[in-house]
């Protein structure tokens, strides 16, 4: 039976939720708590489209099925640490919420805020009420399909906003809505009012109506959108507002408002994304939107992965992050410190990898500490936690004690960038703290208990160990204690909340297997398996509790019996072909067609008292191993074979089981919470195929002097049967060595079997189909064209008649 409520902490934020298995969307028969841990995992993203923007939600508490409301007003009950921003209406005042960290996004989803709508306009940080602060840095044009106009219709429109956008120095990036139509966004140059932004839109949107009077109408009558497309410029205005990219939408099913590569627009079969669609698209290609809002200087953005230094966080993840005090304190052109807004001092070489010392294969798992020597007036030392995005800072006149029956004062300070965990030189004479600063120690932490007045951690450094406590006695004054060590081991805050390690995507067929071990990539759900005295839990990668979700694997703590563990691994549905099918994971409460849940465990955590994050994942592998036997043949849980020899053995084992792919762990990887790293590899599975080349496209941009994209076909009796665009995967080399041999090969019409679409058509060069190519990709649309192809080079062994 569901449990009511749940309290979880997400980045220091504690939030209740409720009614977790309330089925919210139920043609797929997605609940609550899948939401929440979609809000949760695309925070990274979603976040800087929503920063100073205020959210008005449209809330479905009982499932789309019902009737939905839209909600601006922030209740009274809401979280004291949400931003608030107060706005004059004509009738009353209203306070509407923004959204600055991943606990804000969470806690909207727990009011089954389905959908969140933002104006294109921002307020400044320090305004409250004052509408002409308002300044909007984007336009949007909501492209709305009348009735008989499908999708495919609506993005062949989106093209030709482009087309105008492009003409004056706009760049655009399209959305498909969730809905029935696409969003195209325009970043500004320089901010303008709302009353100016929506002119703009107005006049593009007037002009195309104007050029394309069968297909397009800038007239919000409906009588008059039957067969067209209806581009809304008035989402542009002050009152208005749109739904922000990466919302979910409260309709039939959990689609989402999905940033789109442009060269998506030209397949005919385009739809709107589903929300588990988005989040793999995020973890392969990033936010696509990157480039539309860029972060203010004085706004709150996401911290994001950085460079493999030790002063990389542990968990990139969005948090409040003020580092207002310690920029006051200091003048940016007069002090070599850091100011928290780079990635970190640690160098790339040119093969990605960091030159720092600390390299990321070497770095222990957890966040870190630093102690610095500061010889300012007075010599002193400075301690500091990594902790929400910053260093939690504390300087102690006489260091860290030694001895446990000492006391040592340690006065508060301002919170410090990350950065400044590398900071070693001179501070001018002068400036704030002006002196030599050198660092004593650093290395990692483990937390036991962190409150306002009281905070004990586990220290391991290289000079520096032992479990210490920090004791507020009153204002800025606390007192430093080293404690004596407990008989058991202090099991880490992180595994309370445990996140998993990801890995990086990278080629995987040239590693060795002596130093590398292989397992099949599974297309499921990541899950932590957490069974601690005799209480099981599963929890997402963003901490959401599935227990009650997947109860029907609830027979592995019978098989755990005594042990306390927590385990990694993968909830997957198997297809009557015996493979791992997500559409039926997704599906599940829906579907017909047969598939049997299973949990497939690959990493082990933590054992009866003994944490193994840093053990070697040799080591974990042999303990986990241990632990398979538990499991009788009928359990859904299962420990999976590793796969024998190499990296591209293990590769090849995959494709002919039809697998999604292989993950390559380095042997001697510890176990990095939260963190994407290079000692865990994961190559996903694509197709070869040899294709001929028919006709090319212009490039944009950078390409725009050479071929932006080569239309290619597969030879058949009566002609050339276009199966698409290839815009990828070109070294400059190569696209120079196409250029020079397509050229002389121009023709004026087209080789393709059937017309393509007139976009493409429009500004295509025909080429005789002489020249084979070889072309990866990931699989077929319904349309029979490639999707994701990148380019691998001529086949010069090969004419169009030997394919």
């Known amino acids: 039976m569901a449990r009511p409520t749940q309290s979880i902490e997400v980045d220091g934020r504690r939030i209740t939720l409720s009614h977790l298995d309330k089925v919210l969307y139920p043609v797929t028969g997605t609940v609550k708590a899948e939401v ?20 008005t939600r449209k809330r479905w508490p009982d499932g789309v099925d019902a009737t939905p409301f839209f909600e601006k007003n922030l209740p009274s009950s809401a979280p004291g640490w949400i ?28 009011q089954a805020a389905l959908e969140l709508h933002v104006p294109q306009w921002r307020v400044p940080p320090d305004t409250d009420s004052d509408p002409f602060a308002r300044a909007s840095d ?43 139509g696409i969003h195209v966004y325009a970043a500004l140059h320089t901010a303008v009012s709302p009353e100016a932004a929506r002119a703009v839109a107005r006049q593009i949107a007037t002009s195309l109506a104007a050029l394309h009077p069968d297909t397009i109408t800038a007239t919000m009558a409906r009588d008059v959108r039957a067969g067209k497309v209806f581009i809304d410029w008035s989402q542009n205005s002050g009152s208005k507002t749109t739904l922000s990219p990466y919302s979910l939408r409260g309709r039939e099913q959990p689609w989402v408002a999905a940033p789109r590569h442009w060269e998506e627009l030209d397949d005919k079969d385009i739809r709107q994304l589903l929300f588990h669609e988005v989040l793999e698209r995020v973890a392969e290609s990033g936010d696509l939107l990157a480039d539309l809002d860029a972060p203010r200087s004085d706004e709150v953005t996401p911290t994001a992965p950085r460079a493999s230094t030790p002063a990389a966080p542990s968990t990139p993840v969005p948090e409040l992050i003020d580092l207002s005090d310690y920029r006051a304190k200091r003048h940016r052109n007069r002090t070599p410190e850091p100011f928290g807004d780079s990635s970190g001092p640690a160098e790339a070489s040119e093969d990605g990898d960091s030159e720092d010392a600390h390299s990321e294969a070497g770095r222990t798992p957890g966040p870190i500490f630093v102690i610095q020597e500061h010889h300012a007036r007075r010599l002193h030392y400075d301690f500091r936690l990594e902790r929400g995005g910053v260093l939690v800072s504390w300087a102690v006149p006489k260091n860290l004690p030694t001895d446990t029956d000492q006391n040592r004062l340690a006065v508060h300070t301002e919170d410090h960038p990350l950065d400044y965990a590398d900071f070693e030189g001179t501070i001018p004479h002068g400036e704030y703290g002006g002196g030599e600063v050198t660092i004593y120690d650093r290395g990692t932490y483990e937390t ?7 905070v004990i951690v586990r220290l391991h450094g290289d000079k520096v160990t032992g479990r210490y406590a920090l004791i507020n006695t009153g204002g800025k004054n606390w007192l430093a204690h080293l404690m004596s060590d407990e008989a058991s081991p202090i ?25 590398w071990a292989f397992e099949g990539k599974w297309d499921g759900y990541r899950l932590i398996v957490r069974y601690i005295d005799g209480e099981l839990t599963f929890t997402t990668r963003a901490g959401i509790d599935m227990t009650d979700e997947f109860s029907s694997l609830a027979s592995i703590a019978d098989d755990l019996g005594l042990l306390d563990v927590v385990l990694d691994g993968e909830v997957v549905a198997v297809d009557s072909t015996g493979r791992t099918n997500f559409s039926l994971l997704s599906a599940r409460h829906t579907t017909d067609e047969p598939f049997t849940l299973r949990l497939y465990l690959f990493d082990v955590l933590y054992l009866n008292g003994t944490t193994l994050l840093r053990k070697p994942w040799s080591d974990r592998r042999a303990v986990l191993e241990g632990i398979a036997p538990l499991f009788p043949a009928d359990s859904p849980v299962s420990v999976p074979a590793l796969l024998d020899g190499d990296g591209a053995a293990a590769l090849d084992h995959s494709r002919d089981r039809g697998w999604e792919g292989v993950v390559a762990k380095k042997r001697d990887s510890t176990y990095q919470q939260g963190r994407r790293t290079h000692t865990w590899r994961k190559h996903k599975n694509w ?26 076909g597969l030879p058949e009796h009566t002609g050339l049967r276009y199966v698409g665009r290839v815009g990828t995967g070109f070294t400059e080399a190569q696209l120079d060595e ?25 500004d295509a060069v025909w080429v005789l189909p002489k020249i084979v190519g070889s072309v990866r990709f990931m699989d077929w649309t319904t349309s029979g064209h490639l999707r994701h192809p990148s380019w691998r080079g001529i086949r010069r062994d090969k004419l169009p008649g030997d394919l």
């Open 36 to 55: 929440i841990d979609y809000y949760a995992q695309i925070a990274d993203v979603m976040l800087p489209h929503l920063a100073d923007r205020i959210i």
């Open 448 to 454: 036991e208990k962190w409150r306002d007045n009281e």
């Open 491 to 515: 099991m880490p805050e992180s595994l309370r909340d445990p996140r998993p390690m990801l890995a990086t995507e990278e080629p995987i067929d040239g590693l060795s297997g002596d130093v």
């Open 83 to 110: 931003r608030r921003c107060r706005i004059r209406h004509s009738d009353r005042d209203v306070t509407y919420p923004i959204a600055t960290a991943r606990a804000d996004l969470v806690w909207l989803a727990q």
């Open 687 to 712: 197709n070869d195929i040899e294709v001929v080349v028919g006709g090319w496209r212009p490039g944009k941009g950078n390409r725009a002097t050479t071929i932006g994209s080569l239309l290619v």
């Open 138 to 180: 984007r336009v949007v044009l909501d492209l709305d399909p009348g009735p008989d106009v499908d999708l495919a219709a609506c993005a062949k429109v989106a093209i030709e906003v482009r087309e105008l956008l492009d003409s004056v120095a706009l760049r655009s990036f399209p959305v498909t809505s969730g809905s029935k």
């Open 738 to 762: 196409l250029a020079a041999e397509l050229r002389p090969l121009h023709r004026t019409r087209s080789p393709f079997l059937d017309p393509l679409d007139r976009p493409i058509e429009r």
